[in-house]
């Protein structure tokens, strides 16, 4: 998986430099990329990685919603595919796998944090049972123009037994 860090890197470069589904400005370096990594290496979040022909087509991980021990069973999603594998599926198989983790390791709910224009992640998502819990106007400013974002849920039958502490 480390190994594919570049392509990773090159996948969300590509992303932050001519979309609105990242909100940052500047690309990362392979440092910041590695960080994050070993950041999800070490909290035990999942990362996959979708191939086509050899090369990364997609990744996808989750992460900590928010940083309070009451949200310690909801994880926000991240799903990434490179320009030239949309609309092929490659969602799909980044986020089936994300659910099924989320599932195995007790959590509950599944948060999508999506730009409000893209509709090709929006329909992803609620393909899979997110539905829109929130709507943001104008909360991110980039390309000369305010955006919007929508939260998407997916609440999940686990844990059995949830604890507080």
Same mark, same amino acid.
Do not use: C
């Given at each position: 998986?480390?190994?594919?860090?570049?392509?990773? +890197?090159?996948?969300?470069?590509?992303?932050? +430099?001519?979309?609105?589904?990242?909100?940052?400005?500047?690309?990362?370096?392979?440092?910041?990329?590695?960080?994050?990594?070993?950041?999800?290496? *070490?909290?035990?979040?999942?990362?996959?990685?979708?191939?086509?022909?050899?090369?990364?087509?997609?990744?996808?991980?989750?992460?900590?919603?928010?940083?309070?021990?009451?949200?310690?069973?909801?994880?926000?999603?991240?799903?990434?595919?490179?320009?030239?594998?949309?609309?092929?599926?490659?969602? *799909?198989?980044?986020?089936?796998? +994300?659910?099924?983790?989320?599932?195995?390791?007790?959590?509950?709910?599944?948060?999508?944090?999506?730009?409000?224009?893209?509709?090709?992640?929006?329909? %992803?998502?609620?393909?899979?049972?997110?539905?829109?819990?929130?709507?943001? *106007?104008?909360?991110?400013?980039?390309?000369?123009?305010?955006?919007?974002? *929508?939260?998407?849920? %997916?609440?999940?039958?686990?844990?059995?037994?949830?604890?507080?502490?």
């Amino acid at each position: 998986m480390e190994r594919d860090l570049p392509e990773m +890197l090159e996948i969300y470069n590509t992303i932050i +430099l001519h979309t609105t589904a990242v909100y940052q400005y500047a690309p990362q370096t392979m440092g910041q990329r590695r960080d994050w990594y070993e950041a999800k290496q *070490k909290d035990h979040y999942p990362v996959f990685v979708a191939e086509s022909e050899g090369r990364v087509a997609g990744f996808s991980s989750f992460g900590p919603f928010r940083a309070w021990p009451a949200y310690k069973y909801t994880v926000e999603n991240s799903v990434y595919v490179d320009a030239e594998q949309r609309g092929k599926g490659i969602g *799909k198989l980044l986020i089936a796998p +994300l659910i099924d983790a989320a599932r195995e390791r007790d959590l509950h709910a599944i948060i999508a944090s999506i730009d409000a224009s893209n509709a090709a992640s929006l329909r %992803l998502h609620r393909s899979f049972g997110f539905e829109e819990v929130a709507h943001f *106007k104008q909360v991110g400013y980039k390309f000369g123009k305010w955006l919007d974002l *929508k939260f998407l849920e %997916l609440v999940l039958e686990t844990p059995k037994h949830p604890i507080e502490g």
